[in-house]
């Protein structure tokens, strides 16, 4: 655009004023407004702080949920009702919402900063192990699949960075619990899931020789959990075995290292091991990037 001015123009005159006006619009089009910002050019190297979404039950009605997740020291991005399933964004994505607390994956802490998490209204087991936990309704499941979607979706979140609260935290969590259909995620697409095939061949060899605790310890590490590495079945270690049985072999969650669930670690931390569903029926290696 060539100014209607001559270099010596003695005044601003009118022509010289809307040239200005209008140049000055120009730019404002790529400013942040009121700021002077220039932003015209992009980088092509970024990506989305959000690099893992955790999931919860909120072990209360919906009205003590949103009241706690509204009103006190703890918050999430979403909150999903049961019947109707309503969806609430009590955070909004770009900012931290307090839901991980101390947290641990595959190295990567403090997750409340680089996590989108998930509310789901479910009553648990009302923090009671004698208690059974509370199923979560077909209909709920479904709109935590279509929630889950979108945000991996938004922010290029991998399928096995979509974890359970316990997961990333198993000394005090058990979120969301052996009644959260993990594998209907994996037949959605969203999360892998250990290769069956390899996990029967797998069985049958630790049932005529059992992994030793130390063996289990190492592929629960080595898969992402924050757990013991002293050869030692202790309290903390059996609960992180607990947590893997409650996504992989919710049947049965006793924190027993038996054959089925040294299998099942020994496929999820094997190159190959885990398959991740394209939609269509069909299932293919999952590479993770
Ligand atoms: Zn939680």
Request: overall charge positive; hydrophobic content about 40%; proline content about 9%.
């Amino acid at each position: 655009m060539r100014s209607p001015c001559a270099p010596d123009c003695p005044v601003l005159h009118r022509a010289c004023r809307a040239f200005a006006v209008a140049l000055a619009t120009l730019l404002l089009g790529a400013c942040a407004a009121g700021t002077g910002i220039d932003l015209r050019y992009r980088a092509v190297s970024q990506d989305s702080r959000v690099r893992f979404i955790i999931v919860h039950f909120t072990q209360a009605d919906f009205e003590r949920s949103l009241r706690r997740l509204t009103r006190e020291e703890v918050s999430s991005h979403y909150l999903v009702d049961v019947d109707p399933p309503r969806v609430f964004q009590l955070v909004p994505e770009a900012r931290r919402a307090w839901h991980a607390g101390p947290s641990y994956w595959q190295g990567a802490t403090a997750l409340n900063a680089s996590s989108v998490g998930i509310e789901i209204v479910n009553l648990g087991n009302g923090d009671d192990p004698a208690r059974g936990y509370a199923p979560f309704p077909d209909r709920q499941i479904e709109r935590v699949i279509g929630l889950i979607r979108e945000i991996a979706r938004r922010h290029g979140v991998r399928p096995d960075r979509i974890l359970g609260h316990a997961e990333v935290q198993p000394r005090t969590r058990t979120d969301p619990g052996p009644q959260f259909p993990w594998r209907r995620l994996a037949e959605a697409g969203l999360v892998p899931w250990p290769d069956p095939a390899r996990v029967a061949a797998a069985r049958v060899r630790f049932e005529s020789v059992p992994a030793t605790v130390m063996w289990i310890q190492e592929r629960l590490a080595a898969h992402g959990y924050d757990v013991p590495r002293d050869g030692v079945l202790d309290s903390a270690t059996r609960r992180v075995i607990s947590i893997f049985q409650m996504r992989y072999r919710p049947a049965r969650y006793d924190g027993d290292p038996d054959a089925e669930t040294a299998a099942l670690l020994e496929v999820v931390t094997a190159p190959g091991g885990l398959l991740l569903a394209d939609g269509q029926g069909r299932w293919m290696p999952f590479r993770p990037e």
